[in-house]
């Protein structure tokens, strides 16, 4: 596939957020890791069986992942929105399954959830990379 700018920033900006986040969860400390374990456990309740040390690796590592992904040009687009799909429903599945986050309609964000409802955008930016037509060209119709 051709470069595409609009193709590289709906991959460099959330490929960079998302592998600074993986980064810097590599030095969670166990409090903060079994923090952020008891709320993914909100919207998976297996989680509640990881060891606290374990999952804040797993999660940094997820993300390093997720974010290469996205920032790595010779990993094809509908790859990279695959994960970046996969990442964003585990978020919002967190942030639909706790109550907190949403408002009385279970849908629009409280004030807690504000920070994790910016996951629809990521939804959102992964749906535009698994969509878009390969060796697509102006004024040609799908």
């Known amino acids: 596939m051709a470069f595409s700018v609009s193709n590289a920033l709906l991959r460099a900006v959330p490929g960079a957020y998302i592998l600074n986040a993986g980064v810097e969860k590599l030095s969670l400390d166990e409090q903060t890791a ?3 374990k008891s709320m993914a456990a909100k919207g998976f309740p297996f989680l509640d069986d990881v060891d606290d040390a374990t999952f804040g690796k797993a999660l940094a590592g997820s ?7 996205l920032l790595a040009p010779f990993v094809p687009s509908r790859a990279a929105g695959l994960a970046l799909g ?3 429903a ?6 639909f399954k706790t109550e907190e986050f949403t408002k009385d309609n279970g849908v629009a964000p409280s004030q807690e959830g504000t920070p994790v409802s910016h996951n629809v955008w990521l939804a959102a930016i992964a749906a535009a990379l698994l969509l878009q037509r390969k060796g697509s060209k102006k004024g040609k119709r799908a």
């Open 34 to 36: 079994g923090y952020l």
């Open 86 to 88: 996969a990442f964003s």
């Open 90 to 95: 585990g978020m919002l599945t967190m942030y």
């Open 63 to 69: 993300e390093i992942a997720v974010g290469s992904a």
